[in-house]
């Protein structure tokens, strides 16, 4: 069974940089897993932020040069470094894992994965 535990949620100031770091344990073989990060906000579903499936990087536009993800499969780490922070990222973010994807998935939607952190808080004060 494929666990994640994040951890490096806090609360920042706008303009400020913050990493997030999931620990990933269980898996058969890193390499056969995509891993992602998702946020949610009271009241909304859960929004996809940023995917690595294979050596393909995808992030949601409102993140794009401001965000990136990374995989340590040496460290079983997934982290999302995150810049210039706005208060509109306050969310709750969490991690997730699956097997990698087909073109055929959408990525982007949160049923398209099948294992999930707990989630870490940030919240960005303006």
């Known amino acids: 069974q494929v666990q994640l535990v994040e951890s490096g949620g806090a609360l920042v100031q706008t303009g400020d940089s913050l990493r997030l770091s999931c620990v990933v344990s269980g898996r058969t073989g890193a390499y056969y897993y995509a891993v992602g990060w998702f946020r949610q906000t009271p009241g909304k579903e859960r929004e996809f932020v940023a995917a690595?499936?294979?050596?393909?990087?995808f992030y949601v536009d409102s993140v794009k040069g401001r965000f990136t993800i990374s995989e340590d499969n040496d460290k079983n780490t997934i982290d999302l470094q995150m810049n210039s922070l706005k208060p509109e990222d306050t969310a709750l973010y969490y991690c997730?894992?699956?097997?990698?994807?087909?073109?055929?998935?959408?990525?982007?939607?949160?049923?398209?994965?099948?294992?999930w952190g707990q989630g870490t808080q940030v919240t960005v004060s303006s």
């Open positions: 690595l499936n294979w050596n393909d990087r």
């Open positions: 997730a894992a699956t097997p990698l994807f087909s073109g055929s998935v959408d990525f982007r939607k949160a049923t398209s994965w099948t294992y």
